[in-house]
């Protein structure tokens, strides 16, 4: 693994349960991202860091048993990018502690790329994206096409450390710039 310009935090994962047809809606609406809930924004960071990086999140992780969330609540909100669909968790304090001890353990390691980042992260609100970038019409049409059933389930059994040199969907899309920490 390289080390990085950037660095984020997240757990990734599958969906357990999901409704039939969110595969095919999420290829129609959204880039192919992996599905996940992030933890620690995208964060500019010195690459003599990441061996503290590293050593933290190992520590985090063993500090922690894996857990399930549930996803069942749509939100629809606007972006400097256009306007985005999630499927919102339900509240889950394992989660919400989680995120709080990685936020607040790696805050020391550099600043936020943006502002809208840095308010994602003091804000949590766990989800799975199911669109984005989304025009006024697009929006529409997503919209019509949504289905009511929208209840997600997801293991949460594992942290993941990507470190990149550009802030790209390519760059953070590769396995290669990813490092996974197990839950004990």
Known sequence: MSNGNFFNIRADFDLNVKPPW???FRSK???PHDYHITFKTTTKFKSEDFENLNTELKI?????????VVFDELFISSTSSGWCMMIKAQYNQELFDLQKEVAEKFSKYGDHTTKERESF????????TIARHLTPEQLRKAKRELKKDLM????INSLTLATVK???????????????????
């Open 22 to 24: 969110l595969d095919d």
């Open 29 to 31: 609406y959204d880039l």
């Open 60 to 68: 985090i992780s063993k500090s922690h048993r894996p857990f399930i």
């Open 121 to 128: 992260e003091k804000n949590f609100d766990p989800h799975v």
């Open 152 to 155: 997600c389930e997801a293991l």
């Open 166 to 184: 550009e802030d790209t969907f390519e760059e953070w899309s590769n396995p290669a710039n990813r490092i996974f920490y197990k839950l004990k």
